[in-house]
């Protein structure tokens, strides 16, 4: 198998694994836990891509979370910061961000798809610059927020945003085509 074959079904294998902030945050329990944030899915991907030989840094940006579930609006703001990967490849860095897995384009997230040498598409949008290893302090949510921040309403919009990304991969494998289906 070919060098990037080989990155494909690593970007593959992290990216299908279910996305949720109430599991790993890092990437040696990903697999053990079976599911994981954002922090996980980079740190697990570039730790893989090390292993393969590449160059391999993480990016974070500011972001800002999804208008749904409700419960979104009981944070005092919705900007939060995003962690992917960057691998060089022929001299140039590449982003790659395995962040969603695919049942959660159901519920209207990017999930990435990757050819193994360019871009993926960013799991959310950036909001301002991309802060790399290097680069001055990381990207801070909230900084010019004046409210404080209330521990309840976070920990409820954490909870209604998982549930809301389970529903989502229901829905999804509900609506999924059966085998034959087209057949009948």
Same mark, same amino acid.
């Given at each position: @198998?070919?060098?990037?074959?080989?990155?494909? $079904?690593?970007? #593959?294998?992290?990216?299908?694994?279910?996305?949720? /902030?109430? !599991?790993? &945050?890092?990437?040696? %329990? *990903? @697999?053990?836990?079976?599911?994981?944030?954002?922090?996980?899915?980079? $740190?697990?991907?570039?730790?893989? *891509?090390?292993?393969?030989? &590449?160059?391999?840094?993480?990016?974070?940006?500011?972001? &800002? *979370?999804?208008?749904?579930?409700?419960?979104?609006?009981?944070?005092?703001?919705?900007?939060?910061? &995003?962690? +992917? +990967?960057?691998?060089?490849?022929?001299?140039?860095? /590449?982003?790659?961000?395995?962040?969603?897995?695919?049942?959660? =384009?159901?519920?209207?997230? $990017?999930?990435?798809?990757?050819?193994?040498?360019?871009?993926?598409?960013?799991?959310?949008?950036?909001?301002?610059? #991309?802060?790399?290893?290097?680069?001055?302090?990381?990207?801070?949510?909230?900084?010019?927020?004046?409210?404080?921040?209330?521990?309840?309403?976070?920990?409820?919009?954490?909870?209604?945003?998982?549930?809301? #990304?389970?529903? =989502?991969? =229901?829905?999804?494998? %509900?609506?999924?085509?059966?085998? !034959?289906? =087209?057949?009948?």
């Amino acid at each position: @198998m070919d060098a990037c074959r080989i990155r494909i $079904a690593l970007f #593959l294998a992290v990216r299908d694994v279910p996305y949720a /902030t109430d !599991g790993a &945050h890092d990437a040696e %329990t *990903l @697999m053990t836990v079976g599911r994981g944030d954002c922090l996980a899915k980079s $740190a697990y991907l570039i730790e893989g *891509l090390r292993a393969l030989g &590449h160059q391999v840094r993480r990016v974070r940006w500011l972001y &800002h *979370l999804p208008d749904r579930p409700a419960e979104v609006r009981l944070l005092p703001s919705r900007e939060d910061v &995003h962690s +992917a +990967a960057e691998v060089l490849i022929d001299g140039r860095w /590449t982003l790659v961000d395995a962040t969603h897995d695919p049942p959660l =384009a159901a519920a209207g997230l $990017a999930v990435a798809d990757w050819d193994g040498i360019t871009d993926t598409i960013p799991a959310y949008e950036p909001r301002g610059p #991309l802060w790399r290893p290097g680069g001055g302090p990381e990207p801070v949510p909230n900084a010019d927020v004046n409210a404080t921040y209330d521990a309840d309403s976070g920990d409820c919009y954490q909870k209604a945003f998982n549930r809301w #990304l389970r529903e =989502a991969r =229901a829905g999804a494998a %509900t609506n999924a085509p059966r085998p !034959g289906a =087209a057949d009948v």
